[in-house]
């Protein structure tokens, strides 16, 4: 390269001193290698002089205080980046929905493609390809499609029920796409998208929104189109299976986290034999001194807080468990103002293979909760602000099956050879700590739905069988004192509510909805 260049000048120069004129652009291409050649013979000794100097060694506590610092820098570019596209992404998705309310005024008035449009030929095709884009592995639109349908039902808070932009009802806007069959896409969807998560939860949450206040029009929809064929024993398997999923799931997590207490408990110790350790170092100089960036005692707080933000990480429920959320809440809502025939589905299908998801059901409250691990005095160790809104929906979701009533659901669950009665009366009877200390607004939460459930399994029987087996694990006592708690909070709560005027909505569950349910 180097003698190519040389020689490339030479000519250059022979030439401007025997008088040849040369082209202006051949002029600048010389002269633009010539440069190109200079540039990296000095980027190259540059490079050269890098490697011989020796490298810096840096400590470990710097390599992590690096890397947080470049870890922050990119969160904070993403989150400016979403701040700024959201809206645009948002308008965009808007305007979509707008012209599926209403497609026939893309067409000038008068030609067939607005009439089609008109009597629903638009949305119904759409609701068609849906499925063919699962069949051809088109699965990023396949979800797009899915969310802009469930965008079609999103309710707007300031007119409760009544869809503005669509100048039509959340239930006659829910009618309509179960017309142009977007309730059997829900079925069918749940059944071919066993190797498509995400599909499958669109499918589930477009489910949801199709249900939305417990339209019966829309159970009665999926109910007919489950008993065609044998597409319930298909449908009903895919919701045990990811149950099933779920609990062995948390079962592998709550023996690791539960081994890793006793470890967790000796290392808090060392911590500690540490800190004062540097405390005494220290101790003489602690009113002069002043913490440098790489000092020791800040290097071991650093690790602290990795320790805590990776402890954190860790409660946090996988994507296994987290999409338990969206299906009971599917199944809440099947089975939303006491509809018999779909509480009955879900526990016997009548089918080859029956799937009860009624105990399976009431087993994932059971194993959420941690009683397979151990006894239920702990409880408190299993129950935390990342999965209290999961064990909720469990509850709720086991009341929706019992109520009208529906005493063979009620037996089912009463009878469960689980501990999933020893479980609910436990959540109303015992302290749910460490996490009562900080929320005790989710801890009221939770003993509030645990109570509705037993007031389900016993609701409108012309026997006693449930009552005694609830009372056979917990006497009138203890009720009592967990209704004097409540009474004891309220009193609190008023005191700080007096001190304090910031604090939350009436949105919660208050002390005094709990003590008269437990009443």
Not at 235 to 258: A, C, G, H, L, W
Not at 461 to 466: A, C, I, L, T
Request: hydrophobic share 35%; net charge negative.
């Amino acid at each position: 390269m180097n003698k190519k260049s040389c020689g490339v000048w030479c000519v250059h120069d022979s030439a401007k001193s025997c008088g040849i004129a040369i082209p202006s652009d051949l002029e600048g291409q010389v002269t633009s290698l010539f440069n190109k050649a200079a540039l990296l013979s000095r980027q190259t000794s540059k490079w050269l002089q890098a490697a011989k100097t020796p490298k810096m060694e840096r400590s470990q506590s710097q390599l992590m205080r690096l890397d947080r610092s470049i870890i922050e820098g990119l969160q904070d570019i993403v989150s400016l980046l979403e701040d700024q596209l959201k809206p645009l992404v948002q308008s965009e998705l808007s305007l979509l929905v707008d012209i599926l309310y209403r497609p026939e005024l893309l067409f000038p008035p008068g030609t067939e493609a607005r009439k089609r449009c008109e009597s629903g030929g638009f949305i119904r095709r759409l609701i068609k390809h849906t499925e063919k884009l699962l069949e051809e592995k088109e699965e990023k639109l396949c979800v797009k499609v899915l969310r802009t349908l469930r965008e079609m039902m999103a309710i707007d808070p300031d007119h409760a029920k009544i869809l503005s932009r669509a100048g039509r009802t959340l239930y006659d806007v829910q009618n309509h796409l179960d017309r142009e069959g977007a309730s059997d896409l829900v079925v069918e969807l749940v059944i071919k998208s066993i190797h498509s998560p995400s599909i499958y939860v669109e499918a589930v949450e477009l489910g949801i929104a199709l249900l939305g206040g417990g339209n019966p029009i829309i159970q009665k929809s999926m109910y007919t189109k489950l008993m065609g064929g044998d597409l319930s024993q298909s449908f009903f398997k895919v919701f045990y299976d990811k149950m099933r999923d779920s609990q062995q799931e948390i079962k592998s997590t709550v023996t690791v986290n539960t081994s890793d207490i006793a470890a967790k408990a000796h290392e808090d110790k060392e911590q500690g034999k540490e800190t004062d350790k540097h405390s005494k170092k220290r101790g003489e100089d602690v009113g002069s001194i002043t913490l440098g960036p790489g000092s020791a005692l800040e290097d071991m707080l650093a690790e602290k807080l990795e320790r805590h933000r990776d402890r954190e990480e860790q409660n946090k429920l996988s994507a296994k468990v987290l999409v338990m959320q969206p299906i009971l809440r599917f199944l809440q809502l099947l089975c939303e103002n006491h509809n018999r025939n779909l509480q009955t589905l879900l526990r016997n299908q009548n089918n080859k293979t029956n799937y009860n998801l009624v105990s399976e059901t009431l087993m994932f409250l059971d194993c959420i909760c941690g009683s397979t691990t151990g006894g239920l005095g702990l409880l408190g160790l299993y129950i935390n602000e990342n999965n209290v809104a999961l064990i909720n929906q469990t509850l709720e979701t086991l009341t929706e099956y019992c109520q009208g009533p529906c005493h063979d659901n009620q037996n089912c669950i009463a009878t469960h050879e689980s501990n999933g009665l020893d479980i609910i009366t436990a959540l109303i009877l015992n302290d749910i700590n460490p996490l009562g200390k900080t929320r005790m607004d989710l801890v009221l939460e939770l003993k509030n739905n645990a109570s509705k459930l037993l007031l389900a399994i016993m609701e409108s029987r012309g026997d006693s069988e449930n009552a005694e087996r609830i009372l056979y694990n917990m006497n009138p006592k203890p009720l009592v004192d967990v209704a004097c708690r409540a009474f004891h909070q309220e009193t609190m709560d008023d005191e700080d509510d007096g001190e304090d005027t910031s604090t939350e909505g009436d949105d919660g569950v208050s002390p005094k909805e709990v003590r008269m349910i437990v009443f």
